[in-house]
């Protein structure tokens, strides 16, 4: 069952804060992190594989609640950079499948 | 290292026509192959999986197929293309549930 993702978009001014989060009806063994740039493949960002775990890349980092069955992607001091489509993906049973996105636009 | 070719990049093809989209892997062995379909602004939805030489999985039932004739080749067909199967094609990758590497894509448009 494909995970929920919120907020669907968010604008933010260079330097600002922002959270996604993914979540999931059903138990969570691992949680998948992508960019995706306009037109392009989406990129791996980070994965988590055990509840309680965290982890940081630059200034994005992510944490995952296996009991509360959702993971938080942190995007901290936000660069122009850090624009496109955020999606969360879980894995179960050999299937990998992705929330719908989260649209990321950083202005200047 | 490993990588992952996917083509043709672009496609415009009429209603009612074949499709093949052809993707390979090198540098592993025995990955976990899919194929996603995204619409324009929108998620990417899984179509097909495959953990083996011959053994797929399907998500979405409609008039897609796929083939793994080898290990690390993955092919996405269509007998007759319909205006809907317009939209981005991933191939991606992923060694068990570890993370997954995506081809460039290809943008199919129906016309």
């Known amino acids: 069952q494909q995970p929920v993702q919120s907020p669907q978009a968010v604008i933010l001014r260079e ?24 037109g392009e493949a989406p990129v791996f960002l980070m994965i988590l594989l055990k509840g309680g775990e965290q982890k940081g890349h630059e200034k994005i980092s992510a944490s995952f609640n296996e009991k509360k069955q959702q993971s938080s992607l942190y995007l901290t001091a936000s660069q122009l950079s850090y624009s496109g489509t955020y999606f969360c993906g879980t894995v179960g049973g050999n299937k990998l499948v992705f929330g719908a996105g989260t649209i990321l636009r950083v202005k200047s | 290292s490993q990588t992952i070719h996917q083509w043709p990049a672009t496609l415009v093809q009429p209603v009612g026509s074949p499709l093949s989209l052809e993707c390979t892997v090198e540098g592993t062995s025995n990955p976990n192959l899919y194929w996603y379909r995204q619409a324009a602004g929108r998620g990417l ?24 004739p080898q290990d690390r080749q993955f092919i996405l067909s269509s007998k007759k293309l319909l205006l809907s199967d317009s939209g981005f094609y991933l191939c991606a990758w992923s060694s068990g549930p570890f993370e997954a590497f995506f081809g460039q894509g290809t943008r199919l448009t129906v016309v």
Do not use: M, T
């Open chain 1, 15 to 38: 330097g600002e804060d922002a959270v996604i989060n993914c979540s999931s009806s059903k138990a969570l063994y691992s949680v998948h992190w992508y960019r995706q740039k306009h």
């Open chain 2, 45 to 68: 939805q899984l179509l097909f999986y495959s953990v083996g030489i011959g053994q797929i999985s399907s998500e979405v039932p409609q008039n897609l197929s796929a083939s793994r």
